[in-house]
């Protein structure tokens, strides 16, 4: 089994930043991708970006590709999101997940999910 925690939601001003952390604990070796989607009220939940542990495989969903970038700690086992240029149609819960054995960008292919974080972006 594997927990996921995410930390570093806020309450921030639009064109502000962010760092979001998600510490993954428990049988981490059997993971292979780490991704973090988000949920905003009334909307389906989103891909945001990914990252694979081993390698340098990553995707990010066009809305934050300019703007967000996915980075990993393997030693800390830990995934961030940096988050700049924040817009208020980021406002969302952020959650990170796991997959077991692939990477991609799909909510079906992610096993573990974390409680999420919540992001929110005044104007």
């Known amino acids: 089994q594997v927990q996921l925690v995410e930390s570093g939601g806020g309450l921030v001003q639009a064109g502000g930043s962010l760092r979001l952390s998600c510490a993954a604990s428990g049988n981490t070796f059997s993971t292979n991708t780490m991704g973090w989607f988000r949920q905003a009220p009334g909307k389906e939940r989103e891909f945001v970006a990914a990252i694979r542990w081993n390698g340098g495989r990553s995707n990010r969903a066009d809305s934050v590709k300019d703007r967000f970038t996915i980075s990993r700690d393997n030693a800390k086992n830990t995934v961030y999101l940096q988050m700049s240029s924040l817009k208020p149609e980021d406002t969302a819960v952020y959650y990170c997940?796991?997959?077991?054995?692939?990477?991609?960008?799909?909510?079906?292919?992610?096993?573990?999910w974390g409680q999420g974080t919540q992001v929110t972006v005044s104007s």
């Open positions: 997940a796991a997959t077991r054995d692939i990477f991609g960008t799909t909510m079906s292919l992610y096993d573990y």
